[in-house]
């Protein structure tokens, strides 16, 4: 062997990559097999590979109609085989690889706290009747909630795309307005009041009445209808500071 071909051989062999596991890769399809399954060539690796027809983009069916030899496909490696067994010495897969940029994308759209718009595929049970609100096929605006790639999993929710209580309370009330609420519960230092479906705000003992008590159910049982005077609004913090004693007409002493 020459000195030129001994360097060509040398620089083919250092350019031939290594396989593992998990490596994104490239296959050029040589052939099928009885299984339907594709043989591919790796590149840049001088091995062959098997997609099982399993792990195809593609219905077993529609296979030869949508991959003809000479296609290049962008593949992952799942493990490594026998030469003499499946056709070739690693087990690639196309339909783990897009499912795989499918989670990246799932993944970046949760960082971002953005929503997802997807179609109800199947109704579980659970968190009331799914079936009174939902059916197979709608499609819904959800938010992302956790992922988890392990377990094919993504937890998401409806319920945090709607309007919430709290949004723009801000613009719904103002200090000094004057509402009809509803007492929800009681405390030892104050009774908190419904004045829209969802929002309570406190009215502190102090606030309770211009007579001196010890507990707000003195004067105050669950249930009742009053009506409160805003002292503060705090959006951020969903808090809303009421009275029921600056609506009532101060007694002489």
């Known amino acids: 062997m020459s000195e030129s071909e001994n360097k060509d051989l ?29 043989i591919v060539g790796i590149e840049g690796t001088g ?16 296979i030869e109609d949508n991959i003809k030899v000479g296609d290049v496909l962008d593949l992952v490696v799942i493990s490594k085989i026998g030469s003499d067994k499946e056709g070739g010495s690693y087990l690639l ?8 940029k499918v989670w990246d994308e799932i993944e970046k759209k949760f960082e971002a706290g953005e929503t997802l718009t997807v179609p109800v595929t199947q109704i579980v049970k659970g968190v009331g ?48 307005d004057v509402l ?16 829209f479906p ?26 009742q209808d009053v009506k409160v005077k805003v002292l503060n609004v705090n959006g951020e913090d969903r808090r809303l500071a009421l009275s029921i004693k600056a609506l009532q007409e101060k007694p002489a002493f």
């Open 129 to 176: 009747k799914p079936s009174d609100v939902l059916k197979v096929g709608e499609d819904v605006k959800v938010k992302v909630l956790a992922v988890d790639p392990e377990k094919d999993r993504i937890s998401l929710s409806i319920k945090q795309t709607l309007p919430q209580p709290w949004d723009d309370i801000e613009e719904k009330v103002a200090e000094g």
């Open 180 to 195: 009809d609420g509803k007492v929800k519960r009681l405390t030892s230092f104050g009774a908190f009041v419904e004045v």
């Open 47 to 62: 091995v062959e590979g098997v997609v099982p027809a399993r792990e195809l983009s593609v219905k077993a069916d529609e």
């Open 93 to 100: 897969s196309q339909r783990r690889l897009e499912a795989r």
């Open 198 to 223: 969802g929002v309570e705000g406190l009215v502190h003992i102090s606030q309770i009445s211009h007579k001196h008590i010890a507990t707000p159910n003195e004067v105050l049982t669950s249930g």
């Open 10 to 38: 040398l620089e083919a062999l250092n350019s031939v990559k290594p396989v593992k596991v998990g490596d994104v890769v490239k296959g050029e399809v040589l052939a099928f097999d009885d299984k339907k399954q594709v």
